[in-house]
């Protein structure tokens, strides 16, 4: 074996009095992809920050152990190195990107700055020469224009270009090694393929060392070479990629992989199934849809559109169609998906069954009553029946409102009896011990917190549950257990759920049927096995491409990915969106016949 | 005056574009009415009136009735307004009881002087408060930051007056540097001027450094701990760097804002300060005016400083956009 | 509330106290006449052991002067605070939960109202209406209002777009619940912390007010009255200013201090 880029040894990092890392070890060669991988509090982040020394910016400190890094032929100890040293490592040995491609640019200078300025400062070139180098450095990262692009400013890109443009000033010194913080977490899937391939074909090209750290089994398994995974502050196990997810050895290793679920693991199956976690005694059920299916809720001819404001008097200048011609239906205790990227109007839809927006034209029947047609008084009793979970699981609970009221409102609005009594039973339902009742919001977990949004919306014994992005907030395995309450709940209580997803993956394992959403659009709908089997349309099928598969042995980030950016849902005020027409392709699966 | 900032203000087709400019002057039009409104109200609620003011209470009923009819108070509120407003528009803006001058350039001449302290109070505040905000946010929770923000929070807390008399008893009486009173017109001596506007424009400056400091320091440090500065960190950039050309820029214009808003601050503050140092300025003006109970003169000069800060609001709002490539005007 | 007990939180909070109970007690404790009685012989003194911090031009002690005047003071700036509050506060949840024309009417008003300095738009009002001490308050109030207003509506804006609220929507709440439940409790903690620091305010604005002479009027005793009737005094006898100065000066560090701690205890956005 050749010596390694990195070897960190024994780190130790605390924040005030806590230890956010306590005893971690590991080393990078060069070349390699190393994926550091863990939940949410696992100090995954902390050891990158440390090895760039800037974890210190952020009122961290590295309290022991060593970070030798490989300097030509002498290695050195980061931990003792003085801040000019550091400095002249920093963009120019070690490259580093991060999460939030829209925050990682300097808003106030353009593209052009930003990539030179770290090359000025680490190599003797003229501004022209730096300029050129960054115009190759674009064309690198597959940006489209580059010569436009170095005097545009971040807010006039995407967030795919911007984490391009991150990444090229990552690339900008040819570092030997690349750290990549979460670098696609942010990113929708189409966008993160098209990163992981980017920074695939980089290493390859260049043979830097690539340390990723990022919470997603899934993107591991597609780029890792060799896998750390960490559980608070410590690493609880070390392997190659094969290794780890054909044999994990650790009991915690294990538990996460049994808590992501795979693209493809409900091929042939008829029905819904929870996930199997470890620990769990009893088999999980399928979730078989009755013999004759029952209609709840029929949207029809759904279209939502918002007003873009402008000047004085504030009048609408321009219209953002958000929901355009949505039709679909959800039988009584089963599951429909919407899926679709950030934007496609999945939300609004759900939204506006609910009038928590209001529809532009449409009609929505819930157990045969139009919901859009209803005054504000009838609606407030349909409310009864139609409940809804959000994504954020902070923000959907009132700080100040102790967790029995929030429970006991709804039932309270709708003169419902013995609500304390209710509020303990929801509480064993939901699998939370009685004494939280008491309690505020912030002394509960994101997982706790998401289960209390649960028995909130079954307070009423609602027959449809809108659930937004609803377990998208919570760490892999917290997300696994919510899932399997939500499918217990189904198959006990005979739900119905809207489930509105991004995620592939958790919409292929509790889903009876799916609609995927591209621009205000259904562009295909059909039983869960026909959509995600027999993929029909364009963009499901780049969709079905993109989505990364939590399997080693089912890499697909070969070459270079392109897929079509999304086009702008602002239009005029005068322009006339045709009608949704869609083509039959087997039993319940349409697909949208494409304009033009 | 809040102009709404971002995508919003944006032109769709190039119709649009036009109008928006149309938008914006109509806006600004119809705020100037507003103010004009109520600086009209405001000054109409008192039990006592002109023709009070000019009689004396105790004079003649008759009399006093005689020269209410002649001066038009007995009309409806809304003619009353009518007549000062068109007035207004026409440029006779009437004559001061107490002066017994044409108001026009009575306040023009004042305006002139006022605008000498005010623009100096500013340069001192922003000179002295930016620097010393960076410092403060760089060393967060240190004892730099300690210092700075408790100095900060000291000067906030005193009274523009009472720096003004601090300042006098020490510049004036004890070290006889500088003089405590008058004005002097910059065409005349400029070095007179400003050593006669020093004094005033230092008290002014002193409370506005201490709020724009600690301004600055917030909005320092939460720019400090975005992405794009570790970012900077990351590519390997000198601290230097990082924080003076990096994060300053992305300062400067929420500071600069908020510096424009003081304005509105700095046109109430010197009617105290040009009064203690018989600068006769706006303020001075304003202050007689309110002292005697001239009302034409009070309606006058209290619409000008509303609209003076009015329109200084939107400058800067405009000098935001120009510099700030996020905000783009049509 | 751990946080509160930082240094900064000790010495804004016992200011705070000590200055309150001044304003209460000092004029059960202290006989009117102490602050009254003219000692014609010792106009103008230095601080000695008969006076503490020396007398006024009419020889009457400044130190119990000063005391008697700090209710007046804080009553003043604390009704008027109250009265803003009061007329801001429902128009500011009005306007920032129901939004609409409602919103845009208001909001028009209420910035073309800022576009008057707060202290002219008082010494104006004050000045109109005949300067006493009711009328200070009245003018402090009003010129105030637009300011809480505006920061009000701000907030229950915010609190409205929440995942909470449109939570409780979904569950069938009705709008006055959902004030009284939701927006009220969360927008309080940033309301307390502008209340702090608009008290502070107002002492200063009722401060400059008397020493214009437009504000609190003779026999009222108040620390801006003091500075005034120093003015001309400033040569010989500096600490007539010097003592109603510092007990302005000490009072609002005190509330500003305050009032940063407990935006750090109360408002989440700051952490």
């Not at chain 1, 050129?132 to 795919?160: N, T």
């Amino acid at each position: 074996m050749t010596k390694p880029i990195v070897e960190i040894v024994g780190l130790r990092v605390g924040f005030g009095g806590a230890a956010a890392v306590k005893d971690v070890s590991f080393s990078i060669q060069p070349g390699e992809t190393v994926c550091i991988v863990g939940e949410s509090g696992s100090g995954k982040s902390v050891t990158s920050l440390s090895l760039m020394r800037l974890v210190e910016f952020g009122g961290g400190e590295i309290l022991d152990g060593h970070l030798m890094f490989q300097r030509g032929d002498v290695t050195m100890d980061l931990v003792t190195a003085d801040a000019a040293t550091m400095q002249s490592i920093r963009g120019n040995e070690i490259g580093m990107i991060f999460q939030e491609p829209m925050t990682s640019l300097n808003p106030v200078f353009n593209i052009e700055r930003q990539l030179t300025d770290g090359l000025l400062m680490h190599e003797p070139l003229s501004r022209s020469k730096a300029r050129e180098r960054a115009l190759e450095l674009l064309r690198e990262v597959r940006i489209p224009e580059p010569e436009r692009r170095l005097k545009q400013y971040p807010h006039e890109l995407s967030g795919g270009m911007r984490q391009r443009v991150v990444i090229a000033i990552a690339m900008a010194c040819r570092p030997r090694l690349l750290i990549a913080d979460e670098p696609t977490t942010a990113l929708d899937v189409t966008i993160q393929a098209e990163i992981l391939a980017l920074l695939n074909r980089l290493k390859r090209e260049i043979g830097m060392a690539v340390m990723f750290i990022t919470h997603d089994m899934a993107v591991v398994a597609q780029i890792a070479d060799r896998v750390v995974v960490m559980y608070k502050g410590d690493v609880v196990e070390t392997g190659p990629v094969a290794e780890i997810f054909a044999a994990p050895k650790a009991e915690y290793t294990r538990a996460l992989l049994a808590a992501v679920p795979r693209l493809g693991d409900m091929a042939g199956q008829s029905a819904p199934e929870p996930l199997r976690l470890v620990g769990d005694t009893h088999d999980p059920k399928p979730l078989t849809p009755r013999a004759t299916p029952e209609p709840l809720l029929e949207v029809r001819n759904l279209t939502t559109r918002f007003p873009v404001k402008g000047g004085v008097f504030r009048r609408t200048v321009a219209q953002v169609h958000a929901v355009e011609d949505v039709s679909f239906t959800v039988n009584k205790g089963e599951t429909l998906s919407l899926v679709g990227e950030s934007g496609c109007g999945k939300s609004s839809c759900g939204r506006s069954i609910l009038r928590l927006v209001e529809a532009t034209s449409g009609t929505v029947h819930l157990g045969g009553q139009n919901v859009l047609a209803q005054t504000k008084h009838e609606l407030r009793g349909m409310r009864q029946h139609m409940q809804m979970i959000f994504q954020d699981p902070f923000a959907s609970l009132n700080p100040y409102m102790r967790l029995q009221a929030q429970l006991t409102e709804p039932m309270q609005n709708y003169g419902l009896d013995n609500r304390e009594e209710r509020a303990a039973q929801l509480f064993d339902r939901v699998g939370l011990p009685r004494d939280f009742l008491r309690r505020f919001p912030h002394e509960l977990s994101g997982g706790q917190r998401q289960r209390i949004a649960i028995a909130r919306a079954l307070a009423v014994s609602p027959g449809l549950i809108v659930a937004d992005e609803a377990v998208s907030a919570l760490d892999v395995s917290v997300q696994a257990q919510v899932l399997n309450l939500m499918m217990e709940l189904q198959a006990d209580l005979d739900i119905s759920y809207l489930f509105i997803s991004h995620d592939m993956a958790v919409v292929e394992r509790v889903s009876h049927h799916v609609a995927v959403m591209y621009l205000g659009r259904i562009v295909e709908i059909g039983p869960r096995a026909a959509v995600f089997e027999n993929p029909q349309h364009t963009y499901t099928k780049s969709l079905m491409q993109a989505v990364p598969i939590a399997d080693p042995n089912q890499r697909k980030l070969d070459g270079d990915l392109a897929f079509k950016p999304i086009p702008s849902p602002i239009h005029p005020l005068d322009y006339q969106p045709h009608q949704s027409v869609y083509e039959t392709v087997g039993l319940d699966h349409r697909v949208l016949v494409q304009a033009g | 005056m809040q102009l709404r900032r971002g995508g919003n203000s944006r032109c769709f087709t190039p119709g649009t574009c036009m109008t928006y400019i149309a938008n914006r002057l109509l806006s600004v039009a119809l705020t100037l009415l507003l103010i004009s409104v109520i600086t009209f109200m405001v000054t109409n609620i008192l039990p006592g009136d002109v023709a009070m003011v000019i009689m004396g209470t105790q004079s003649n009923p008759e009399a006093l009735a005689g020269l209410r009819e002649s001066l038009g108070l007995n009309d409806p509120l809304i003619v009353q307004y009518g007549r000062w407003i068109g007035g207004m528009l026409t440029g006779d803006w009437g004559n001061s009881l107490v002066f017994k001058e044409a108001i026009g350039p009575l306040i023009a001449n004042k305006v002139a002087a006022s605008a000498l302290i005010v623009v100096m109070s500013m340069t001192i505040a922003l000179a002295a408060a930016i620097p010393l905000g960076v410092w403060a946010a760089v060393h967060r929770d240190k004892w730099q930051d300690t210092t700075a923000s408790t100095t900060a929070l000291m000067g906030v807390s005193l009274p523009d007056f009472f720096w003004g008399i601090m300042l006098i008893l020490l510049f004036a009486r004890y070290l006889g540097w500088l003089p405590s009173s008058g004005f002097v017109h910059p065409a005349d001596d400029f070095i007179a001027a400003v050593r006669h506007a020093f004094l005033p424009s230092l008290a002014l400056g002193l409370g506005l450094m201490a709020h724009l400091t600690r301004m600055t320091r917030s909005t320092m440090s939460s720019i400090l701990s975005q992405e794009f500065i570790r970012v900077a960190r990351a590519k390997g950039l000198t601290e230097h760097t990082v924080i003076w050309r990096y994060a300053l820029a992305n300062a400067i214009g929420p500071v600069m804002t908020v510096a424009g808003l003081q304005v509105g601050y700095l046109f109430g503050s010197i009617i105290v300060i040009e009064s203690l140092f018989n600068f006769t300025g706006m303020g001075w003006l304003t202050y007689q005016a309110l002292l005697n109970r001239d009302i034409p003169l009070i309606q006058s000069t209290v619409f000008v400083i509303a609209a003076v800060v009015m329109i200084t609001n939107l400058v800067v709002d405009l000098l935001y956009a120009a510099i700030d490539p996020r905000i783009k005007l049509p | 509330m751990k946080e509160f007990f930082t240094g900064k939180g000790i010495v804004g909070g016992g200011i705070v106290l000590l200055v309150l109970a001044v304003a209460l007690l000092a004029p059960l404790l202290i006989p009117d006449t102490w602050a009254t009685q003219m000692d014609m012989r010792s106009r103008l003194a230095g601080p000695s052991t008969t006076y503490l911090m020396g007398t006024d031009q009419l020889g009457r002690d400044l130190m119990f002067r000063m005391l008697l005047g700090a209710q007046t003071s804080i009553m003043i700036a604390g009704t008027a605070v109250l009265m803003s509050l009061v007329i801001g506060l429902p128009l500011g949840v009005i306007s920032g939960y129901f939004g609409g024309w409602i919103d845009n009417v208001l909001m028009r008003l209420v910035d073309t109202l800022l576009a008057f300095p707060a202290l002219l738009l008082a010494l104006t009002i004050s000045a109109v209406l005949g300067p006493n001490l009711t009328n200070t308050i009245i003018a402090i109030g009003i010129a105030f209002t637009p300011y809480l207003a505006r920061i009000i509506r701000g907030e229950a804006l915010r609190v409205a777009q929440m995942p909470y609220v449109e939570a409780a929507r979904a569950v069938g709440t009705s709008d006055t619940w959902m004030i009284i439940r939701h927006i009220l409790p969360n927008i309080m903690p940033p309301i307390i912390v502008q209340a702090t620091i608009s008290l502070a305010f107002a002492i200063l604005a009722e401060a400059g007010l008397s020493f214009l002479g437009l504000g609190t009027q003779p026999p009222d005793a108040s620390w801006g009255l003091m500075i005034q009737a120093s003015r001309d005094y400033l040569d010989v006898a500096p600490w007539t200013a010097l003592v109603p100065g510092a007990a302005v000066a000490i009072t609002v560090l005190g509330l500003n201090m305050f009032g940063d701690v407990l935006r750090d205890v109360l408002d989440p956005r700051t952490k």
